[in-house]
């Protein structure tokens, strides 16, 4: 592949020497003033002078330098753009310019006079080349028209096009990404289109006159710019461990929030879903840490903003995984950042139109056992133990019938409660536009989701908005940035004296036998406790919640004048959030057989409502500058931030309503209760951060915060949190140069960083003595009254505590670039973990626990990450193919909280151990016959044990199994590896997404009801139950089944290792195929620049042990008492105009 | 815009922005100091308060329920419970060793009312703090020593200074003489400081006499030093006597249910208000009302229906029922003799009924046969339930729910396939009685019905008259078995709650055996549900013999292997059986000597701090 390194220059970017430049006219800035104002109100772009803008443009030079500096000089002084080869074009000798009021013709006529350089201008772009390779022949008169798009049907604006190997010829596109070039005198040209971000592409001509090029984004570009802590860098530069989610990607995934869509997409970063349900969130974790902090825009933000980003507002979103990168927010940090910048306007005017509706069913949701299995099992198991049957065969032949369904019902309750397909829509529309001058971002999503229950009393809907506006006063240097962002979603789900959510309606829809009646014949819905038709009737209860946030932010970067390099920032944010909830119990009236209403419940309402204003503000310099043609590289940023919040919060309510009126005034006056609380935090942080690079090739950096955190005692507020790393551009070296030419290795840079961030877990005012208050604590004559308690002990010995962060990676691409990944491998140790030494030792009898203070405790977790990709095209067959995969494992190194007792057991000590899933017996099988039940060491508490019960193993050896036998079992609970495989492909106006993701080994441990096992019997719900030990039958999932599972000191449901589920898995994630209608169907409607339809699915297959057991692996409860994962089918929209 | 200007505006906004306030000086702004709490009368005895519920609760709701099942009185409707079958192990010890917090709370109060006294608090504010204090303390720790005997004694406030020279790791106090010696100690010194007129709830002087009667007797009865022994039953009549003002209520059942919460009789309750107390929230409420409803019964041929609350005016969640073995104590008065006598020895039934012992009726089911211990046929036209049930002691129709009754406005059946017979939802098992019979002791008239999520009112009875005199009594008999005073003291003392409570005929009693008898038939029934009954088995096998059906002292205690028995009333009620309750092995009962007069200290916590050891016997 023919590389050319082209280099781009526009006035404002330029890090060159200005040398000594004359001052503009009076005429140019008034020009460029009124145009800037035609821009901010109309909001688009028109080349109105662009014909003639080279005759009409006049330029003063007067100086002495090379010509680099002239060129430099000219882009400041106009809009003219210079366009060259590097490897073509010496720019390095020196001239003597003294030019008054000239146009650039006559400029570069004297500029270029006796120079070996030619120069052809279109429109404001100058082409450079080399004069003498300017071929004359003659050939017919050939003017090659294009469009160039972008993977979305974008127009590409200002790509560079050339034509290869022909110096002098090319030209940029313009605001539509057309362009025209006259190739006459060539013979057979190819051009050669590039631009910053995107793969270089190479076009053979031949007789076509008319173009359409589609420019495939170079996600892997080194240049590719990377917002990180308090700024952006680009990822050739980068020397900590930061990775990058494709916001693109995720754009018609259909979950949500943002948080479901994350999985699989970015190396060190782990996203484990907890089942299904309205609203419900994955859980983020970056190298196995905690929920990070987020920085959405440049400020730290609300956890919960990030979960309700509209993700189509995203345009890039790092992960800083190492102290290197993290250190900068302090003690905040400690479990990485998630740092998200959302989009800004462009020039012109694009209106993005996109919808999306989808349906969901349960990836898992075992059928159950009907009343006549039921029925025939409860006969088997009574045969079994010799009693008498619980059905006579009439009525077993009735249940199998339903001859008599009101007496024998069989009642399928998943098919009464749940959908088949469950709806969600969402529309999203972003306006984005604006000028040179002003630009603007404008967005609008809503989205409405729908609940698996029937009765549609549950239901989810968010509403998005985004406005971000950039102004640039480019001759004073100022850039001003306005943001506001806002939300509101708002979920209803029923409430009931039978249901306060998921947990329990889950429960009865599994737990309630198929010979429970649902309805009578009326209709109505029958008596009987836990009738999950009555929890989500609409004549039950609700439980609503509203959350509306408002975030305003303003920026303002002033380019410090006459010090290049040099920029002050200043910006602010003001976030006000309400969240309300209002809480109306009743329960819907239930009728017996005969229609009689039976018993009415309490009914009750409640309103809590709380807000809360928080504020921040930072103080920014930045300098940044390159030196002797880039040899010296420096940036430095030093910065002070402060932020504040408040809250407030009431709440308010009625019980035994008389009147059936969910409003507060319409409950009886007497059993009025109310609440209310506020609260205050502020943090504040000094932040430094400085780096140096060598020609691009050594690289190193430094970072320092200083931190303070109300959480502590005055003296012991601040810390100090710093990291370093180093990088090598190893490719950059001239050894290397062989293997780079031949594409062996184009790049390989290796790093190595070390740090510390911080922890601070406390809770608030621990340093601080108090009595607590309980309103309602006791009863005197007849009357409530309040009563106090002593508060903790006081903690004034409490500060933050470290984790000391290595990283060592490298990344590289290869194969011409096709090839590309990183490593890394991380080591965290954390220390001086804040604890009560009540945890510890024995202390029990000081009545409290001691405070805490900072322990000598230690953690460490350690694990290694890399990704892979490799991209390439055949013709016009795009593809992508890439794997991420992090493990990690950690230990408590030196235990902080673990009791000393245990610490000293071998067998049961955490401290010391990688990841286990808890403590238990150890199952060996079933007993297979009596002299296994007589001569084996049997569990304390075991009594009346037969064949087909679980045997534990004596672990001490001691004859006895008590206590002292509970051991480690198991893994984690938390998968320890995670992956994604991935392919991107596209084929002219096909595209297609795949996205696999997966979890290596982690035990879940099954839960009663799964285990076929009640404290009322045994509980046989699913078909797989059935298969329990019997003689025939002795290698079975299930112990024996026994009328009652105290029956044997309920030897078989003790915690073992029996019960462990490994819950591994890998899933088909995401699939996406899209369709562009305007490739070629749509092709001449000029209004429409896209029009794409893209059908999407989430979770379409997953193959995981778990699944023998009828559930998800990622499901959010292992007794299915939880909505379970969904899988997803979507169709989206698109259009752009 | 000037360069200078514009470096002038960024710095000042700068500087405004560092100095507008300091972010990090925040509060919190809803806080109770020491001074705010201990620096008057109304907040300390609002901390007093706290610690009267924290400690008390641990005397009733759950553990009356509990401690209940683990004796004769009741069965579990899932099925027997480990603890009964002896299979509780070292680790999982039940005795409730610790409660430090607590026990840090009132060793606050004793001294934070010594340290406020002249600063917000008088002389007597101080003295009063310090009696409750003191008898909270004793109150905790007997809920230990009864269990366990043996605690770790604390009695001041430790300090986290006290750690060191591992000053926690404090030893449990060696022998049960050890343990009662603190708690009466304690005891004495509060009472003299304890007020006497109280508001429903507080500590007070009567309060501290009636707890040291039992406690003293309890405590004798771990005794081995004879002397000592002798000493302490004689502190419990002592105690017995000393209240004042208390009488036996003149409707029993009324004392534990809304009609009479603030009886004369009772001594110390816990009240509940309505405000936040949800019928769910009280087990021996919630847990003993049965759940069943018309369509049952009409699906599974039972009657009659309900006639209130739509059909299903009975939608509790039952675990505990009351047992045949417990009904049995209650005498019916014979119509001859005008005497109570146990029910089927009165001379109406036996000339009505025929008995035949050791077979099972006919129309008993096949499966049920073996559970049979004996059964009768009516003769003529006379029905089972009246034979049964008239003419008992009053305390019974305020105690159990029985066929032929009336509850809640329901005639209830409890015959075969009667309303609420055992059977009603199809089977046995979860939320309907083992017995065919139901707890109505305690049991709150609450409007409409019992029903999770209902407001109620409710007082926890922990202590009252009846329960005094009868620790009197026992106290007394342990004397006169020793040689010292008359067996006929407690006879009076059992016929005082029998004619008063029992609305019976005063007994007539000849020997220290047969005084022992009628005393232990008279406290298992006057006490029942009130947390009583598996402590007083625990005494009468130490004391052996006639406390303990001839047994020599500390052996295997017959109320704790006693098999549970229930009802089964043919649907004419003209034939009925007792038989074994074996559903869940309830059966299956055991009890070891050699160790479970007292419970395990639970290992886990020896291995922590060796000083807590050794082991209890057996464990």
Not at chain 1, 48 to 67: D, P, R, W
Not at chain 1, 231 to 243: H, P
Not at chain 1, 513 to 531: E, F, H, R, S, W
Not at chain 1, 1063 to 1086: A, C, M, P, T
Request: hydrophobic share 35%.
């Amino acid at each position: 592949m023919n590389k050319h390194l082209i280099r781009v220059f526009h006035g404002v970017k330029s890090s060159m020497n200005e040398g000594n430049i004359s001052h503009k006219t009076r005429d140019q800035v008034l020009k460029v003033t009124k145009l800037a104002l035609l821009f901010l109100f109309v909001c688009l772009w028109e080349a109105t002078a662009a014909l003639s803008y080279s005759q009409v443009t006049k330029l003063n030079l007067e100086m002495n330098g090379t010509i680099l500096q002239v060129l430099n000089s000219i882009e400041s002084q106009s809009e003219f753009t210079f366009v060259y080869k590097l490897n073509e074009v010496n720019l390095d000798e020196k001239v003597s310019v003294d030019l008054k009021n000239k146009s650039i013709d006559e400029v570069l006529e004297v500029l270029l006079r006796n120079k070996s350089l030619g120069y052809k201008i279109t429109d404001r772009h100058i082409v450079l080349f080399k004069k003498e390779e300017v071929k004359q022949q003659s050939q017919p008169n050939m003017i090659v028209t294009g469009t160039i798009l972008d993977d979305f049907g974008e127009p590409v604006i200002g790509a560079n096009v050339l034509v290869k190997d022909q110096a002098g010829i090319g030209t940029t596109t313009d605001m539509n990404g057309k362009f025209s070039l006259d190739l006459r005198d060539l013979k057979s040209p190819v051009l050669v289109i590039s631009f910053i971000g995107y793969t270089t592409q190479e076009v053979v001509v031949g007789n076509k006159t008319t173009l359409n090029i589609t420019l495939k984004e170079d996600s892997k570009a080194l240049e590719e710019v990377v917002v990180i802590g308090y700024g952006t860098n680009s990822k050739r530069n980068l020397t900590s461990a930061v990775s990058t989610v494709n916001a693109e990607k995720m754009k018609n995934v259909p979950v949500a929030n943002v948080t479901d869509a994350l999985a699989g997409r970015a190396t060190g970063l782990i996203v484990t879903s907890a089942g299904g349900g309205l609203n419900k969130q994955s859980t983020v974790s970056i190298r196995g840490g905690g929920t990070p902090i987020v920085v959405i825009d440049g400020f730290v933000s609300e956890y919960n903003d990030f979960v309700n980003l509209n993700s189509d507002d995203i345009e890039s979103m790092s992960i800083l995984k190492d102290a290197a990168a993290a250190a900068v927010y302090g003690q905040r940090a400690g479990n990485g950042v998630l740092v998200v910048k959302t989009k800004n306007g462009l020039k012109g005017l694009r209106v993005d139109y996109s919808f999306n509706q989808s349906w969901s069913e349960p990836t898992y949701l075992e059928k159950k056992l009907d009343s006549y299995e039921r029925a025939s099992f409860d006969n088997t198991v009574r045969n079994l133990y010799g009693l008498e049957p619980r059905w006579t065969d009439e009525e077993i032949e009735k249940y199998r019938t339903g001859s008599d369904p009101y007496n024998y019902p069989n009642t399928d309750w998943q098919k009464i409660m749940l959908r088949n397909l469950t709806p969600e829509t969402k529309h999203s529309l972003a306006v984005r536009g604006g000028s040179e001058f002003n630009k603007y971002y404008v967005s609008f999503q809503a989205y409405d989701q729908k609940s698996m229950y029937k009765a549609d009393t549950e239901w989810f809907k968010r509403y998005n908005v985004r406005m971000n506006e950039v102004s640039e006063f480019k001759d004073l240097g100022l850039k001003l940035t306005f943001g506001l962002d806002g939300y509101i979603s708002t979920m209803q789900t029923p409430r009931s004296q039978y249901s306060t959510g998921y947990w329990q309606t889950w429960g009865h829809i599994q737990n309630q036998g198929p010979m429970g009646l649902a309805y009578n014949k009326d209709g109505q819905i029958y008596v009987g406790y836990d009738n999950p038709v009555a929890e989500v009737s609409s004549e039950s209860g609700y439980f609503k919640f509203d959350n509306k946030m408002i975030t305003g932010l303003f920026n303002a970067e002033w380019n410090v004048y006459g010090v290049e390099g040099l920029k002050v920032k200043v910006g602010g944010n003001y976030r006000f959030g309400m969240y309300d909830t209002k809480e109306w119990n009743k329960t819907a009236p239930q009728y017996d057989l005969e229609g009689n209403k039976g018993p009415d419940f309490p009914v009750s309402l409640q309103y809590t409502t709380s807000n809360n204003r928080m504020w921040t503000m930072q103080y920014f310099v930045d300098y940044n500058r390159s030196f002797l043609d880039e040899t010296h590289n420096v940036s430095t940023t030093l910065g002070y931030e402060q932020s504040y919040a408040f809250g407030r919060g009431f709440d308010a309510k009625r019980k035994n309503y008389v009147f059936m009126i969910d409003q507060m005034g319409a409950g009886p006056s007497d059993t009025m209760e109310n609440g209310g609380n506020e609260w205050e935090r502020g943090s504040a942080g000094l932040v430094a951060r400085a780096s140096y690079n060598y020609k691009k090739k050594y690289y190193i950096e430094g970072s320092l915060r200083h931190d303070g955190s109300d959480l502590f005692p005055k003296d012991r507020r601040w810390g100090n949190f710093f990291s370093g790393s180093a990088a090598w551009a190893v490719s950059e070296e001239s050894f290397f140069r062989p293997l780079k030419e031949r594409n062996i290795l184009n790049f390989l840079k290796l790093r190595a960083s070390y740090g510390q961030v911080g922890m601070a877990d406390v809770s608030r005012f621990s340093y601080l003595t108090s009595y607590g208050l309980t309103e309602r604590g006791y009863v005197l004559d007849g009357k409530i009254v309040p009563t106090f308690s002593e508060g903790a002990l006081i903690s004034d010995d409490i500060t933050w505590y470290t984790i000391n962060s290595t990283d060592i990676g490298f990344d590289f691409n290869t194969l011409g670039e096709r090839l590309s990944g990183s490593f890394d491998y991380f080591y965290m140790k954390t220390t001086g973990f804040l604890t009560s030494p009540s945890n510890v030792g024995y202390a029990d009898p000081l009545g409290l626990s001691l405070p805490k203070v900072k322990s000598n405790g230690e953690h460490r977790r350690a694990g290694y990450e890399f990704n892979l990709s490799w991209k390439d095209h055949a013709g016009d067959f795009n593809y992508e193919v890439g794997a991420n995969f992090t493990y990690f494992d950690q230990l408590v190194a030196v235990a902080w909280d673990e009791d000393l007792a245990n610490q000293k057991n071998p067998y049961l000590r955490a401290v010391q151990q990688t990841g286990y899933y808890g403590t238990g017996y150890t199952n060996q099988g079933y007993y297979q016959n009596s002299d296994q039940t007589l001569n084996l060491p049997r569990r304390d508490g075991s009594s009346n044990l037969v064949a087909g019960d679980i045997i534990y193993k004596d672990m001490n050896g001691d004859g006895f199994i008590d206590g002292a036998d509970q051991w480690r079992i198991g893994k984690n609970s938390f998968p320890r590896g995670n992956y994604g495989i991935y392919a991107n492909l596209s084929y002219k106006g096909f595209s297609a997404n795949i996205l696999f993701q997966g979890a290596t080994s982690r035990d879940m441990y099954i839960e009663d009801v799964v285990r076929g096992q009640s404290t009322g019997g045994y509980t046989m719900v699913y078909p797989y139950q059935l298969d329990y030990w019997m003689p025939d039958n002795t290698n079975a999932k299930f112990p024996r089944i026994a009328m009652n599972s105290s029956v044997n000191g309920n030897n078989n449901y003790v915690t073992s290792d029996f019960w462990l589920v490994n819950g591994r898995y890998i899933r088909l994630k995401s699939l996406q195929f899209g369709y562009d209608f305007r490739s070629v169907l749509l092709k001449n409607i000029k209004w429409l620049y896209k029009c794409q339809v893209v059908l999407s699915g989430q979770n379409l297959f997953t193959i995981s042990p778990a699944t023998k057991y009828g559930f998800d692996p990622e499901n959010g409860s292992t007794n299915n008492y939880d909505y379970p994962m969904q899988r997803v089918y979507a169709i989206s929209l698109n259009l752009g105009f | 815009m000037k360069l200078k200007n514009i470096v002038s505006l960024a710095s000042l906004l700068l500087l405004l922005g560092v100095a507008s306030c300091n972010v990090l000086d925040t509060q919190p702004f809803e806080t109770y100091d020491e001074a705010t709490v201990w620096g008057s009368k109304s907040t300390a005895d609002a901390f007093v308060t706290g610690t009267i519920s924290n400690v008390m609760y641990g005397y009733v709701n759950g553990n009356q329920t509990t401690w209940e099942e683990r004796t004769g009185n009741a069965v579990h409707s899932n099925g027997g419970i480990g603890f009964v079958r002896e299979q509780m192990d070292r680790y999982s010890g039940d005795g409730g060793l610790g409660d430090f917090g607590n026990i840090r709370r009132c060793n606050l109060i004793i001294e934070k009312a010594t340290e406020y006294t002249g600063q917000g608090l008088s002389d007597a504010d101080s003295k009063d703090l310090i009696a409750k204090g003191k008898l909270l303390r004793a109150l905790l720790y007997y809920r230990q020593a009864r269990t366990m005997g043996r605690f770790v004694w604390v009695d001041r406030v430790l300090a986290p200074a006290d750690t060191a020279s591992n000053g926690m790791m404090m030893p449990t106090t060696k022998t049960t003489t050890e343990s009662y010696t603190y708690i009466l100690n304690d005891l004495d010194a509060a009472i003299p400081d304890l007020p006497t007129s109280v508001k429903a709830g507080e500590l007070s002087r009567n309060m501290a006499y009636a707890f040291k009667s039992e406690i003293a007797l309890q405590a004798a009865a771990y005794e081995t030093d004879a002397a000592k022994k002798k000493e302490w039953l004689k502190a419990s009549i002592a105690a017995a006597d000393a209240v004042e003002g208390a009488s036996l209520g003149t409707s029993y059942g009324n004392i534990f249910n809304e009609k009479d919460p603030y009886s004369s009789e009772i001594i110390f309750a816990i009240y509940r208000d309505k405000a936040n107390t949800n019928t769910d929230a009280i087990a021996p409420l919630q847990n003993v009302m049965p759940n069943t409803n018309n369509d049952n019964l009409v699906k599974n041929g039972c009657g009659p229906l309900f006639q209130t609350n739509g059909g299903q005016p009975f939608i509790g969640w039952l675990w505990w029922a009351p047992t045949q073995n417990l009904v049995d104590g209650y005498d019916v008065i014979d119509e001859a003799i005008g005497q109570g006598v146990v029910w089927y020895e009165s001379t109406q039934f036996k000339n009505n009924v025929t008995l035949v012992q050791g077979s099972a009726p006919d129309w008993a089911i096949d499966q049920e046969k073996a559970e049979v211990l004996f059964y009768g046929n009516t003769k003529g036209d006379k029905l089972i339930n009246e034979l049964m049930y008239s003419n008992r002691d009053a305390r019974f129709y305020d105690t159990f729910v029985y066929d032929g009754t009336t509850w809640w406005n329901e005639d209830i059946h409890l015959t075969v396939n009667g309303n609420l017979w055992r059977k009603v939802n199809g089977g046995l098992g979860p939320h309907m009685g083992l017995t065919n019979y139901y707890w109505r002791k305690g049991v709150y008239n609450v409007e409409p019905r019992v029903l999770a999520g209902t407001p109620t009112n409710y007082h926890y009875v922990v202590t009252r008259y009846g329960r005094v005199l009868l620790n009197k009594a026992e106290a007394i008999l342990w004397l006169a078995g020793m040689g010292e005073g008359n067996y006929a003291d407690a006879v009076a003392i059992c016929n005082q709650t029998r004619t008063v409570h029992g609305k019976l005929p005063a007994k007539q009693v000849n020997s220290l055996e047969e005084a022992w008898k009628f005393y232990k038939q008279e406290r298992r029934c006057e006490l029942t549900m009130e947390n009583d009954y598996y402590w007083t088995l625990l005494r009468w096998g130490k004391h052996g013999g006639y406390a303990n059906n001839g047994v020599a002292p500390g052996g295997k205690i017959a109320g704790f292997t006693e098999i549970p028995t229930y009802v089964e009333i043919k649907n004419d009620r003209k034939s009925f059986y007792v038989g074994k309750v074996t559903h869940g092995d309830n059966d299956i009962r055991e009890f070891r000597e050699d160790r479970r007069y007292l419970l395990p200290i639970p290992q886990g916590q020896i291995d922590r701090n060796a000083n807590l050891g050794p082991q209890n016997p057996g464990w």
